[in-house]
């Protein structure tokens, strides 16, 4: 058993069940829609064998370091779904070099982008010659002898190059992601009817997304309905529906707290992200924070 966050993109625990494990869904804590500690010791059985934390909308887990512990503590492997964050930080040490091993996307969305495909990283130096191994169809030295089954699965040339120039400015892609965070959590933080996803002090979020909790008394789908209608201001979600309600997990999961589950199913119904990427200027950011305050002043 491999316990994994439900607030997590599928291919996390799709990952498991491809590795012939099983998938454990825990609960995330509501302020901070990352994996809650507690709900991960509720989860621990004498079969789980390890745990994939995942780093969401680019927010480090604040309590990687309880869940690093946990895992210690049990035995457990711990992987870093890092795919949101890469540059986030805690305590000025990079998101992914925490666990056993860490993953990152570098989708065409991401703080940083090769068009498609991702990066692995861990310290282990037998995972990472088997990862070099599959990654090219099970070769061995020389890529002439195939050793085991593989798949083809390298970064094209092409696509590195863009990723070598795009890593040249991550931090200046990250500064500014910060700066627009900031604008909008100095303009909402006090506004009753939303929520906002703080950062800890002493760590960084590389902000890939922007998650705004909604209060219970908005309608989140006439909210951004109006958003979009009236203002052309376009939201999305973190990940909803969360992974335990998706279709294909319905007979494939387990669960030993059904309550951890539902309130993540709560909290993220009612949670959007706003818009938030490098094109946008100070002038787009005060439009946004304007039009929500206008939309939720309807309310």
Known sequence: EVIVCTNSFISIPNSVVYAGGKVVFAGIRKETLSMDPNSLKRNISENTCGVIVTHIAGFPNPDLREIMGICEKHG????????????????????GTFGDAAVFAFTPTKVLTTGEGGMLITNDTELAEEAKRIRYY????GKTEFVKLGRHMMLPEISAILGIYQLKRIEEFITKRNKIADLYNDAFDKLKSVKIVKCLSGNRSSYYKYPLILSEVIDKAKFTQLLEKEFGVETGNVFYPPCHLQPAY??????????DLIISEKVLSNTITLPLHCAMSGEDTRYVVDSVRSVCARF
Not at 77 to 95: C, M, N, R, W
């Open 250 to 259: 319905k007979n494939l999961y387990i669960t030993r707290n059904a309550k």
């Open 138 to 141: 099970g070769a061995g030295l």
């Open 76 to 95: 457990l492997f711990l992987i870093e779904d890092a795919t949101h964050a890469v540059g986030a930080t805690i305590g000025g040490q990079k998101v």
